[in-house]
């Protein structure tokens, strides 16, 4: 069978996806990964065939007006600006949607912009599954919507994922309906994510059991899978350490790993500050992976190695804590390594995994308009604690022996391959 798979947004959107694109290949399935043009190479070079979707989003997420609502931490103000933005592409970006759409069987897709790619899928005609990265809105009796987790009565529960979808729909309700008139769509009658549970559309959760319960008065097409991660031997196959960041790994105690990604902190200054404040102050060394941030004049220390990329999966565990965004690939790399996290959030999905991760005591979360180099370094230092440091390697343990590309296979092949 030949699946789709569609996503957009930063590396995080786009590597677990990846991953799930091996998964079915080896499974002997054909794959299309259709993503915006600037990751051509990085997944081409896994052997992967690459449908370009309109638009670079290292430029569009340091435009102007990306950059300054991702400066205020709003989150609604965010998703309205993306919403806007895909209506300003919408033909070509519907266009590059609908061409990589006739070619494939069924459609997987990034559960944001769901909305989009199943008018898409709609007007052709083909099936459709879900693959969510951040945590659920389907509603539960068990547990409320994570942000809003204040009560836990089963009423209130239930009541936090209605509001929660009925605000997302008020947001992205004009942009699914320019694409939809756009194929020549009748209105829906509801929500569209009202429609997707009526219509049973599968969504695959790829996150840990380990941080987020299956519940079970969901419906059986909901599941949790697991992280989707890229096997270790293929990333070391597509990946050659820097000579001079193995030899400075070498030359001291384990490091602390700050990255924030393919996010641009709000602040770079700020953080260039913190950083030399921490090697001021201390003796720690500092790996500093700079992503898609542009950190200028950061200090010249012997304890401070910055790169620009990185396998996270090699260089984690031979670290000692990390410091990060809190995006959900990133997060399942330093939980997969098994050693303490300090989530540093900025916006959208990131102080939810924030506050999953200081309840299950696996790190600790400071939201980044709260960040200090005072509060970084009593976050570090309790990241020291031989609890919080057995919490991370039992985490480690059970996580490492969940294969989310595998349980992610299984589902889709019940799902859109059997009858």
């Given at each position: 069978?030949?699946?789709?798979?569609?996503?957009?947004?930063?590396?995080?959107?786009?590597?677990?996806?990846?991953?799930?694109?091996?998964?079915?290949?080896?499974?002997?399935?054909?794959?299309?990964?259709?993503?915006?043009?600037?990751?051509?190479?990085?997944?081409?070079?896994?052997?992967?065939?690459?449908?370009?979707?309109?638009?670079?989003?290292?430029?569009?997420?340091?435009?102007?007006?990306?950059?300054?609502?991702?400066?205020?931490?709003?989150?609604?103000?965010?998703?309205?600006?993306?919403?806007?933005?895909?209506?300003?592409?919408?033909?070509?970006?519907?266009?590059?949607?609908?061409?990589c759409g006739h070619k494939v069987d069924a459609f997987i897709v990034n559960n944001l912009g769901s909305d989009i790619y199943g008018a898409v899928a709609e007007k052709l005609g083909k099936k459709?599954?879900?693959?969510?990265?951040?945590?659920?809105?389907?509603?539960?009796?068990?547990?409320?919507?994570?942000?809003?987790?204040?009560?836990?009565?089963?009423?209130?529960?239930?009541?936090?994922?209605?509001?929660?979808?009925?605000?997302?729909?008020?947001?992205?309700?004009?942009?699914?309906?320019?694409?939809?008139?756009?194929?020549?769509?009748?209105?829906?009658?509801?929500?569209?994510?009202?429609?997707?549970?009526?219509?049973?559309?599968?969504?695959?959760?790829?996150?840990?059991?380990?941080?987020?319960?299956?519940?079970?008065?969901?419906?059986?097409?909901?599941?949790?899978?697991?992280?989707?991660?890229?096997?270790?031997?293929?990333?070391?196959?597509?990946?050659?350490?820097?000579?001079?960041?193995?030899?400075?790994?070498?030359?001291?105690?384990?490091?602390?790993?700050?990255?924030?990604?393919?996010?641009?902190?709000?602040?770079?200054?700020?953080?260039?500050?913190?950083?030399?404040?921490?090697?001021?102050?201390?003796?720690?060394?500092?790996?500093?992976?700079?992503?898609?941030?542009?950190?200028?004049?950061?200090?010249?220390?012997?304890?401070?190695?910055?790169?620009?990329?990185?396998?996270?999966?090699?260089?984690?565990?031979?670290?000692?804590?990390?410091?990060?965004?809190?995006?959900?690939?990133?997060?399942?790399?330093?939980?997969?390594?098994?050693?303490?996290?300090?989530?540093?959030?900025?916006?959208?999905?990131?102080?939810?995994?924030?506050?999953?991760?200081?309840?299950?005591?696996?790190?600790?979360?400071?939201?980044?308009?709260?960040?200090?180099?005072?509060?970084?370094?009593?976050?570090?230092?309790?990241?020291?604690?031989?609890?919080?440091?057995?919490?991370?390697?039992?985490?480690?343990?059970?996580?490492?022996?969940?294969?989310?590309?595998?349980?992610?296979?299984?589902?889709?092949?019940?799902?859109?391959?059997?009858?």
């Amino acid at each position: 069978m030949h699946f789709g798979l569609f996503t957009y947004g930063s590396r995080g959107d786009v590597q677990p996806y990846m991953a799930l694109a091996l998964g079915l290949m080896h499974h002997g399935h054909q794959v299309t990964l259709a993503a915006p043009q600037n990751f051509k190479n990085l997944i081409e070079g896994y052997g992967i065939s690459f449908h370009p979707l309109h638009g670079n989003a290292e430029e569009l997420i340091y435009s102007p007006e990306c950059l300054q609502v991702i400066n205020s931490g709003n989150d609604v103000a965010f998703l309205k600006h993306l919403f806007s933005m895909l209506s300003n592409m919408k033909e070509p970006l519907l266009e590059s949607m609908l061409s990589c759409g006739h070619k494939v069987d069924a459609f997987i897709v990034n559960n944001l912009g769901s909305d989009i790619y199943g008018a898409v899928a709609e007007k052709l005609g083909k099936k459709m599954m879900i693959v969510q990265l951040n945590p659920p809105n389907i509603t539960t009796r068990e547990f409320a919507m994570p942000g809003l987790d204040w009560f836990n009565m089963s009423w209130y529960n239930q009541l936090t994922y209605s509001i929660a979808n009925a605000v997302l729909w008020k947001l992205a309700k004009k942009t699914t309906y320019t694409f939809r008139n756009l194929l020549q769509l009748p209105p829906l009658k509801q929500s569209v994510f009202k429609q997707y549970i009526e219509d049973k559309i599968p969504v695959i959760h790829a996150f840990s059991t380990e941080l987020i319960k299956r519940p079970a008065d969901w419906q059986e097409q909901h599941v949790v899978t697991g992280f989707l991660t890229l096997p270790q031997q293929i990333i070391q196959n597509n990946y050659t350490a820097q000579a001079e960041l193995v030899s400075w790994l070498t030359r001291g105690d384990k490091p602390i790993y700050i990255g924030f990604g393919s996010i641009p902190v709000p602040d770079p200054e700020k953080l260039r500050g913190i950083i030399e404040q921490l090697l001021t102050a201390t003796n720690h060394r500092i790996i500093f992976c700079t992503g898609w941030s542009h950190v200028p004049n950061l200090p010249q220390h012997t304890n401070l190695m910055v790169i620009s990329q990185v396998n996270h999966q090699w260089l984690l565990p031979q670290c000692k804590t990390a410091v990060i965004h809190g995006g959900v690939g990133t997060l399942a790399a330093v939980l997969k390594a098994g050693i303490p996290v300090i989530i540093v959030s900025i916006f959208v999905d990131q102080p939810l995994w924030g506050k999953i991760i200081a309840k299950k005591k696996n790190g600790l979360h400071i939201p980044w308009r709260k960040l200090t180099a005072v509060k970084l370094l009593n976050a570090i230092n309790k990241t020291a604690d031989a609890q919080m440091q057995n919490e991370a390697k039992q985490a480690a343990k059970n996580i490492n022996q969940q294969d989310g590309v595998k349980n992610a296979v299984y589902a889709i092949e019940q799902y859109l391959v059997k009858p």
